[in-house]
């Protein structure tokens, strides 16, 4: 009974060691000098934050947090696109509020002493010195590419800080349907002096609005007079998007937003299936050409980038092949192999399109470089697969002989 008793014991320890493990959501309590009381953020990790403890994760800050209908949307929506490979992997933050519009407003002149107005600055300190360092210390696995996410007078601080001198703070901002009225804030203004006077903005900012109701007639005009400012002075550095949601209100745009703004996110970093598929229809360009360009502009001048990964790279060349555009499937192989030089499925893919092509010659190199990389795999796979795969490649070798 003594034995029984232990291994049950060491059994439910181990189940409650794994739950522990595979906890996706946490909340932290700090203690803010900035607002001079406790405050609370909530963490929620992505799906395969456990899976695969290697790979590392921009970092995604949700105002309104505390809200739950709005902070669970984010996040699922988020985790869906995440597990189909649409987003980049990110994880969410979400920054719990406890006067949101004071909280998110920026201080006007004239306002009484006792008002003290709005609390943005002390926000913005809140993000540098209290929780960008608590989310650093305890997820180390995260890549320095941070985005922040507002709605209505959150996106009205999503816009305050880039158009600061805090602007960064934040890698990439998102306001959906910020709310901004003509004679309530200076953003318009600071972002036009600003832009004026030169200043670069090496950013992604993407906001978005509706056509139904006064708030979206006027948070939709400030978002059209952003565009202009933006347009007027072009040489601002931004990846500017913008999304109008024809009959959706200042509420019913904030599920497509997320989702929109999320898409052109990580397609503003990483080149995704459509650009893949745009370049190989440019008439003068090859794809390689692109690719390479692509992520030259975004390392340099944005310090940041997303290269996919192979799954997704086979896929994108496994379709182009079939619409018979084998020199551009070709391409992405062989980009895809130079960034994930062991990976066995792209290797062999190529090796297979080469053959199918009729180039034996550079099938027989490909296939037998495959093989090599198929030693290097093996570990990872049964030893029925590995024999089958084993068997294929000789006979595909001996096919390319005859």
């Given amino acids: 009974m003594k034995k029984i008793s232990l291994w049950a014991c060491l059994f439910l320890f181990t189940l409650q060691l794994t739950a522990q493990e595979e906890q996706f959501e946490y909340e932290y309590q700090i203690q803010s000098k900035a607002f001079g009381d406790e405050r609370t953020i909530t963490v929620y990790l992505p799906p395969s934050y456990y899976e695969y403890p290697d790979m590392k994760y921009t970092v995604t800050y949700v105002l309104d947090g505390h809200f739950d209908p709005f902070i669970d949307l984010g996040v699922k929506t988020i985790e869906y696109n995440t ?57 180390p696995h995260t890549l320095p590419f941070r985005n922040l996410i507002g709605h209505s007078s959150g996106g009205s601080f999503v816009l305050y800080t880039l158009f600061s001198d805090q602007k960064d703070l934040f890698d990439a901002y998102i306001a959906i349907s910020p709310g901004m009225r003509p004679g309530e804030d200076n953003i318009l203004e600071d972002a036009c002096a600003r832009l004026k006077a030169g200043e670069q903005f090496h950013k992604f900012l993407y906001c978005s609005s509706g056509t139904i109701g006064e708030q979206e007639e006027t948070f939709g005009a400030a978002v059209a007079s952003l565009d202009s400012i933006l347009n007027t002075h072009p040489k601002h550095g931004l990846i500017w998007r913008k999304s109008t949601f024809g009959g959706m209100d200042h509420f019913t745009c904030v599920p497509p937003s997320f989702n929109t703004a999320m898409v052109e996110l990580t397609r503003a970093f990483r080149v995704d299936e459509a650009s893949f598929y745009a370049f190989a229809e440019h008439p003068t360009q090859s794809v390689t050409e692109q690719v390479e360009a692509f992520y030259q502009n975004r390392n340099t001048v944005y310090g940041f980038s997303e290269i996919p990964l192979p799954g997704y790279l086979y896929s994108i060349a496994f379709h182009l092949s079939t619409k018979e555009k084998n020199q551009e499937a070709l391409e992405i192989y062989n980009w895809g192999i130079k960034h994930h030089p062991d990976n066995y499925t792209l290797n062999k893919s190529k090796a297979k399109l080469l053959l199918k092509t009729g180039d034996k010659t550079a099938a027989l190199e490909a296939f037998r470089h495959t093989q090599t990389v198929l030693e290097i795999v093996k570990e990872k796979m049964s030893a029925n697969e590995y024999q089958k795969q084993q068997s294929y490649l000789e006979d595909k070798i001996a096919e390319c002989m005859n």
Avoid: C
Avoid at 89 to 101: E, F, L, S
Avoid at 125 to 135: D, G, M, R, T
């Fill in 83 to 139: 597990y189909m490979y649409k987003y980049t992997p990110t994880i969410v933050v979400g920054v719990h509020a406890k006067n949101r519009g004071w909280e998110f407003s920026a201080p006007l002149p004239g306002e009484d002493d006792d008002y003290a107005g709005g609390r943005a600055p002390e926000l913005q300190q809140h993000f540098k010195n209290e929780i960008f360092p608590l989310i650093d210390s305890l997820y």
